[in-house]
């Protein structure tokens, strides 16, 4: 129960409330569970979209009698997690969109990719490196913003 409380406590009262409700659409007889083949449903009404993988993974944690339903408290643990590691995912994105982006204006110039690309060593012309803008650039500009990087490094 400590456990469950500290992880339920880096939600928010919104998100605890999105939980809820998430987790009684789901729990249709009303008996306050629902079946380990309905979470991903639940998770991806949420915009959490994990893997076959990271799902089962969850759910062992979490259901430990195995008995294939998951309460509240056990769904309410695996998202805290879920979303903590998704906060985690995104800071280190923001943290890597930084190094590129030398003068803090949240554009990574041409330039900036050039000076952080001989920095690790990866020397590439400037045709390369034209390249490489081009295809994160999606608003034509000529630089890289931050949703443009993410979802260049996310694939």
Do not use: H, W
């Not at 409330?17 to 998430?22: G, L, P, S, T, Y």
């Not at 879920?82 to 030398?102: G, H, I, K, P, T």
């Amino acid at each position: 129960l400590t456990t469950l409380y500290t992880m339920a406590e880096a939600l928010t009262e919104e998100q605890i409330a999105e939980c809820r409700d998430a987790f009684s659409i789901f729990d249709k007889d009303g008996n306050g569970t629902i079946s380990t083949s309905e979470i991903a449903q639940v998770m991806r009404s949420m915009n959490q979209n994990p893997s076959e993988e990271e799902i089962q993974q969850m759910i062992s944690e979490v259901d430990s009698d195995g008995s294939g339903n998951i309460d509240f408290d056990e769904f309410l643990r695996m998202m805290a997690k879920s979303m903590n590691e998704e906060r985690n995912a995104d800071e280190e994105m923001l943290a890597a969109f930084q190094v590129f982006d030398r003068d803090g204006n949240g554009l990574i110039s041409i330039d900036e990719l050039k000076q952080v690309m001989i920095e690790l060593d990866q020397q590439l012309t400037n045709t390369q490196l034209e390249e490489l803008v081009k295809q994160a650039d999606v608003n034509g500009d000529g630089q890289i913003n931050y949703l443009e990087f993410a979802k260049m490094m996310k694939g």
